[in-house]
């Protein structure tokens, strides 16, 4: 089964500046997703940004970044310009691409930013 | 176009007492997954539904069950509730299950059920 790892319950950024989340997973299979989402106060679990395991350039997203090492089984994500808005807890998930696969989820690091 | 509707929001049971919650997919999406998040066990997965069919089922005791219609509502069931069933209840869905969509879950806000 596939686990994923965060080892940071809690982060803590001032405005403008950046920060880097981690993540970790184990898995024996080669193809696969990740993702980091996003889950404010409201409840709603958002869509940060996704990347494929057979791709080897690192997606971006505006101010979001990733830096998948493969090999490392490593995804961290990295917020640059932190504003207010992003503070919320951030969690990483796994699924695999098999057709009736799952999230696995990591426990989450939560982001407290500052002004 | 309207995000995933979860209902209801909040929910107060009492143990023994069976509850049911709302899911409305995305329109054109036709794969619902639950998920209940607890702050002990996190996020863990309940089911996923496509077509109408239970194709995946996490690791839930009989009492969790849940169903999906021809227009891909979905709804889940708990019977017999116990206090350990306290959660946030969150619906997901995506157009498809796995690589032959490559879509992405969309979550709804959660239903937050509290078992007395």
């Known amino acids: 089964a596939q686990t994923v790892t965060q080892s940071q319950p809690e982060m803590s950024v001032q405005e403008a500046e950046t920060v880097t989340l981690s993540c970790t997973y184990d898995?024996?299979?080669?193809?696969?997703?990740l993702f980091w989402y996003k889950q404010p106060p409201s409840r709603q679990m958002i869509l940060v940004i996704r990347?494929?395991?057979?791709?080897?350039q690192n997606a971006t997203e505006n101010r979001f970044s990733v830096n998948f090492q493969k090999a490392a089984k490593s995804f961290s994500l990295k917020i640059s310009d932190s504003q207010l808005g992003d503070a919320a807890m951030y969690f990483c998930?796994?699924?695999?691409?098999?057709?009736?696969?799952?999230?696995?989820f990591g426990k989450g690091t939560m982001l407290l930013v500052s002004p | 176009k309207a995000g995933v509707t979860q209902t209801p929001r909040y929910l107060i049971k009492t143990r023994g007492q069976q509850v049911t919650l709302s899911c409305s997919p995305i329109?054109?999406?036709?794969?619902v997954s639950w998920y209940q998040q607890t702050p002990g066990q996190g996020l863990q997965f309940l089911f996923e539904?496509?077509?109408?069919?239970?194709?995946n089922k996490g690791n839930f005791p009989g009492r969790f069950s849940g169903r999906q219609f021809s227009n891909s509502r979905s709804e889940m069931n708990v019977s017999t509730l116990e206090l350990g069933d306290s959660a946030l209840y969150l619906c997901?869905?995506?157009?498809?299950?796995?690589?032959?969509?490559?879509?992405?879950?969309?979550f709804g806000n959660g239903t937050r059920l509290t078992v007395t």
């Open positions: 997901a869905s995506s157009k498809g299950p796995g690589q032959l969509y490559n879509s992405p879950l969309h």
């Open positions: 898995t024996s299979e080669s193809d696969y997703y």
């Open positions: 990347q494929e395991a057979y791709k080897q």
């Open positions: 998930a796994y699924r695999s691409a098999l057709r009736y696969s799952t999230l696995t």
């Open positions: 329109s054109g999406h036709r794969s």
């Open positions: 539904y496509f077509s109408e069919t239970q194709r």
